[in-house]
């Protein structure tokens, strides 16, 4: 079935630092693809998607690719800030299958950001 | 404000007292879901609703129950509630399953003890 793969945390990082969060899925056909982020004590709440191969979805400066080729769609930000600290999850909604439309997260990353 | 309420945001309870959790969306979404968070194993589907009286099992059904007898309301409900029922629960909807550009909108959740 439909799976996302995402790196494990905790990340720990000094502001203005760059941030990479890797995330790669296995579906079948094209998949959307999502980043959501969950703050401290709240929901989640989506921060980015792509429906298709390379489109790239951005917000908030925090910007991922949709790679086909690579079935990956990483979480990026150039300069990280102490606000940015959250759990982030990757995830896919299937096209195929039983559970086409239902969303499969990945098992999330935390990140801390130190001033 | 578009929002999704659950209630109570922290509950404790015994095992084997019936309880429900309830949610409510403002949006006029089709589709509703429940998930668990726990730590190491990220966000579990128990159960989604595709519209009203419409409901089917996600990953982790056993030990729940839900019902969807208006558009706006998908409460959750456990029987009998047992220790390994622990744990942090949110309710999210959505326009429709399938749509590629519909994203979910969470609820803040429900931290559920049952000792």
């Known amino acids: 079935g439909d799976s996302v793969t995402q790196m494990e945390g905790p990340v720990t990082l000094s502001e203005e630092a760059f941030l990479t969060i890797n995330c790669t899925y296995t579906a079948t056909g094209y998949p959307s693809l999502f980043w959501y982020v969950q703050y401290p004590g709240e929901g989640l709440q989506l921060l980015l998607k792509?429906?298709?191969?390379?489109d790239k979805g951005s917000n908030k400066g925090f910007e991922a690719t949709y790679r086909k080729e690579t079935t990956s769609f990483h979480l990026e930000k150039g300069s990280v800030q102490v606000s940015d600290s959250a759990v982030y999850f990757c995830?896919?909604?299937?096209?195929?299958?039983?559970?086409?439309?239902?969303?499969?997260f990945g098992k999330g990353t935390k990140l801390s950001v130190k001033p | 404000e578009a929002q999704v309420t659950q209630n109570p945001r922290y509950l404790i309870t015994v095992t084997g007292k019936k309880l429900t959790v309830t949610c409510s969306q403002n949006m006029n979404h089709e589709y509703m879901s429940w998930y668990r968070q726990d730590p190491g194993l990220g966000l579990r589907q128990i159960y989604y609703?595709?519209?009203?009286?419409?409901?089917d099992k996600g990953d982790v059904p056993e030990g729940y129950k839900v019902s969807r007898k208006e558009k706006r309301n998908f409460p959750l409900i456990l029987e009998s509630p047992s220790p390994n029922q622990t744990s942090l629960y949110f309710c999210?909807?959505?326009?429709?399953?399938?749509?590629?550009?519909?994203?979910?909108?969470f609820g803040n959740g429900t931290r559920l003890t049952v000792t």
């Open positions: 995830a896919l909604r299937g096209v195929y299958g039983g559970s086409q439309g239902n969303l499969i």
């Open positions: 999210a909807s959505s326009f429709n399953r399938g749509g590629r550009n519909s994203p979910l909108h």
């Open positions: 792509a429906t298709k191969a390379d």
């Open positions: 609703s595709m519209n009203v009286e419409v409901t």
